[in-house]
């Protein structure tokens, strides 16, 4: 599987971005797509998840300011933002958790991550 994220960019204070997690390849294999973030010296913090089944998840650091959502028809997944905060500045990961089986019935769980995108919020 592979993943495309987009919708970085510069934005303001209290301003909006839209993320975008598109992904191509063998997409019946995706068990859930997350949103995670790194900041150079950090380690990579996850942000926003969701299922196939439609259970979602949120850092709390970002719980009443994101949404997650995905369309299906398209294979991509949406990280909405409000309120954005300087600290919420990083770049931004998608990672897809994939479960799939070997011709021999063996499941293979791995996962696969975005090149990312970067999240500037200027105070």
């Known amino acids: 599987v592979q993943l495309q994220a987009s919708g970085g960019g510069l934005v303001q204070a209290g301003g909006s971005l839209s993320l975008s997690c598109a992904a191509s390849?063998?997409?019946?294999?995706?068990?859930?797509i997350g949103w995670y973030r790194q900041v150079p010296g950090k380690q990579r913090e996850m942000v926003a998840g969701?299922?196939?089944?439609?259970?979602?998840n949120y850092a709390d650091f970002v719980k009443g300011r994101c949404t997650i959502s995905r369309d299906n028809a398209k294979n991509t997944v949406y990280l909405q933002m409000n309120s954005l905060k300087a600290e919420d500045t990083a770049i931004y990961y998608c990672?897809?958790?994939?479960?799939?089986?070997?011709?021999?019935?063996?499941?293979?769980?791995?996962?696969?991550w975005g090149q990312g995108t970067q999240v500037t919020v200027s105070s």
């Open positions: 969701i299922t196939n089944g439609g259970s979602v």
């Open positions: 990672r897809a958790d994939l479960l799939y089986y070997t011709d021999t019935g063996e499941p293979i769980v791995e996962a696969s």
């Open positions: 390849g063998n997409t019946r294999s995706i068990r859930a």
